[in-house]
């Protein structure tokens, strides 16, 4: 590998957050290195290859047991935490700008269907799935959740708000709600936007029949930006989990690699 998967100031973050093995000495063989397990869920999620053909030899596990233990740590909130963890530093370095969130959602088709999968009316009636991301002003990933494919952008557009955590700052209390909130028109609904008021965020929302829609908008773009991040990472292009649970899990996984990029970029270069 030219570059290290699971970089050691990473696993670093990653290692009081994992469960401990129940093993008892003498019974049956030890479990797999949880650093070699997260080197190939890692591998998996950025190449897109299938569970079966992860090189056991090169990583040092099977990718059933990768498999295994993404879904063990998905139960217990390993992603969650860890993506938490790094917006808390991002946070204290005042790398996160909460002047203006935008949020927006991709569908990605769901080949072999599984719950929280619906018919894409974009897709000829498929079966497919739709990430909903909610982005700081510089487009770095606050929240991330999953639907069916046909469910309507408002549906989710305050659960997707809600859905951010408590963030420690430089000072002050934590924070988790943006100054300004920017959606497309796909949000455009009078509720959506009393809504967002009664959580003290300013709507700024495209209008129908009134803005063109093939702009794209000044600070909308980042979120884009950001779900095309998110789907330069294979495995997320094309939903292959049957289960929601998995699939999430490997989403907050992408956008915790997105946030250490981010985090490792400024701890390098500085501010």
């Known amino acids: 590998m030219k570059r290290e998967l ?9 290692v009081p957050l994992l469960p401990r093995h129940r093993h008892r000495r003498g019974r049956g063989r030890p479990p797999r290195d949880d650093r070699a397990c997260l080197r190939g869920i890692i591998f998996v999620l950025k190449t897109g290859i299938a569970w079966r053909d992860l090189p056991a030899e090169v990583f040092g596990c099977s990718g059933a047991t990768c498999w295994r233990r993404l879904r063990q740590w998905g139960r217990a909130g390993v992603f969650e935490k860890l ?20 949020f927006d959602s991709s569908s990605v088709r769901a080949e072999k269907g599984g719950t929280q999968t619906g018919p894409n009316p974009t897709d000829r009636g498929k079966a497919g799935s739709k990430h909903h991301l909610v982005v700081d002003r510089k ?72 803005e063109s829609k093939e702009r794209l908008g000044r600070h909308r773009w980042v979120v ?48």
């Open 6 to 14: 699971v970089p050691d100031e990473l696993w670093e973050r990653v």
């Open 139 to 210: 487009g770095l990933p606050l929240a991330i959740l999953l639907s069916a494919a046909n469910v309507h952008d408002k549906r989710k557009a305050l659960p997707l708000l809600d859905a951010i955590l408590p963030i420690k700052g430089p000072r002050g209390r934590p924070r988790r709600r943006p100054a300004k909130g920017h959606g497309d028109k796909g949000y455009d609904y009078a509720d959506v936007r009393r809504s967002l008021r009664k959580r003290h965020i300013i709507p700024r929302i495209a209008r129908r029949g009134i």
């Open 224 to 271: 884009e930006r950001s779900l095309g991040w998110v789907h330069t990472m294979k495995r997320l292009r094309v939903r292959e989990e049957r289960s929601a649970q998995m699939h999430l899990s490997l989403l907050r996984l992408g956008c915790c690699l997105i946030l250490y990029r981010e985090l490792e970029r400024h701890l390098r270069d500085g501010p």
């Open 83 to 102: 993506q938490r963890q790094l917006l808390n530093e991002l946070g204290q370095q005042g790398l996160i700008d909460w002047s203006r969130a935008a």
